[in-house]
């Protein structure tokens, strides 16, 4: 159950939802071609790369789905000297080690995390879809693909 929604995860994680699947590894956002990947921030989740998009001059952003707990690295170009993960009222301890930001979540989250001077990573974790529609078929207007 999420505990906060805030705007740019909202309007993010329905612009970069993926489609559902049997989640054994998590279901990752990909990079719209409007927006470019993040080149100084890596981001992995149980051990799956999530592309983190350049968005705005404050913001970095990740969409990632998974059902259960995960753990959470953040690798950066530079060794890690202050981090925080908000919202601070969950409590989330992390452990830096050298360029490297690792942290446990018990389910999906809403997060910010700031590291060092770097923009700060707006993190969109939620639950897998579930009961997704067909894309295709009579009376379905599919607005990615040809004639739209």
Request: aromatic share 8%; net charge negative.
């Amino acid at each position: 159950m999420k505990r906060s929604l805030w705007g740019i995860g909202a309007v993010c994680t329905v612009m970069l939802s993926s489609p559902a699947m049997a989640v054994e590894e998590p279901v990752v956002s990909q990079v719209p071609a409007c927006y470019t990947e993040a080149e100084d921030m890596k981001l992995e989740v149980n051990g799956t790369e999530v592309p983190i998009i350049e968005f705005t001059d404050i913001y970095n952003h990740a969409g990632v789905a998974f059902q259960e707990a995960a753990e959470i690295t953040i690798t950066v170009d530079e060794p890690i000297e202050s981090y925080s993960i908000s919202p601070l009222a969950y409590g989330i301890e992390g452990e830096a080690d050298g360029n490297k930001l690792t942290f446990h979540l018990d389910e999906p989250e809403y997060l910010l995390i700031k590291i060092n001077e770097e923009k700060e990573l707006a993190l969109a974790a939620d639950l897998p879809e579930t009961d997704v529609p067909d894309s295709h078929g009579e009376g379905i207007y599919n607005i990615g693909e040809e004639p739209y």
